[in-house]
């Protein structure tokens, strides 16, 4: 019979918990990074009859133009809300989405990109603000236009210029079809990227 040294099983024991303790930090790694990029909570259902979502950012913070040149969890971050119902269950209202900032600088500005499904979906109509003007940034959705209807939808914070210490709060709410934003015109596309510091902020 073949006899197993002492030294062989300390050599097993030590690979087998080296494993061990890597897989933990693979998991909580894991875990650590999918919260980085998404809002907190990560989802939430909107009802016709209410009651608002709430959640807030949290992405480090940063500067990035447009969804094209930002990264998850770094200075964008995605809230993903469902419109429950049909659109019928939504005549004479609209779904609002309203992005704010408790910044007393006024130096942070966030743009708001609401996708049909995930962040790869088409922009629904109606779904981006990147506001010039006085805060907050407000997407108004309408389930009742075919291309924008009931289910599923990703809304997308770009991190215009804003400081992880001052994070954003979304909210979604069901507001009568007739409410308006109360919003200044939003500045024209070139001179938001031609002198982002020039820009007015939430």
Same mark, same amino acid.
């Given at each position: 019979?073949?006899? !197993? =040294?002492t030294s062989s099983m300390t050599a097993r024991a030590t690979i087998g918990a080296l494993f061990f303790v890597t897989g933990i930090f693979l998991i909580v790694f894991g875990l650590f990074t999918a919260r980085l990029h998404s809002a907190q909570p990560s989802s939430?259902?909107? +009802?016709?009859? $209410?009651?608002?979502? +709430?959640? &807030?950012?949290?992405? /480090?913070? $940063?500067? =990035?133009? #447009?969804? =094209?040149?930002?990264?998850d969890g770094v200075n964008c971050d995605t809230f993903v809300v469902t419109l429950s119902g049909t659109p019928t269950n939504w005549t004479g209202l609209k779904a609002r989405i309203v !992005? *704010?900032? /408790? #910044?007393? =600088?006024?130096? *942070? #500005?966030?743009? &708001?990109? &609401?996708?049909?499904? #995930? +962040? *790869?979906?088409p922009i629904v109509p109606g779904g981006e603000s990147a506001h010039g003007g006085t805060p907050p940034e407000i997407v108004d959705l309408d389930? *009742?236009?075919p291309d924008v209807g009931t289910g599923q939808f990703s809304v997308h914070i770009v991190y215009f210029s804003a400081f992880a210490g001052f994070q954003y709060s979304g909210s979604a709410s069901a507001v009568s079809a007739s409410a308006g934003t109360a919003l200044a015109p939003s500045a024209p596309a070139g001179y938001r990227q031609q002198s982002g510091t020039d820009r007015a902020h939430c």
């Open positions: 019979m073949k006899k !197993i =040294s939430g259902t909107l +009802n016709p009859g $209410g009651p608002q979502v +709430n959640w &807030v950012g949290t992405a /480090a913070g $940063g500067g =990035s133009l #447009d969804e =094209s040149t930002c990264v !992005i *704010s900032c /408790a #910044d007393p =600088s006024g130096t *942070s #500005d966030y743009d &708001v990109y &609401v996708h049909k499904g #995930d +962040n *790869s979906g389930p *009742s236009n």
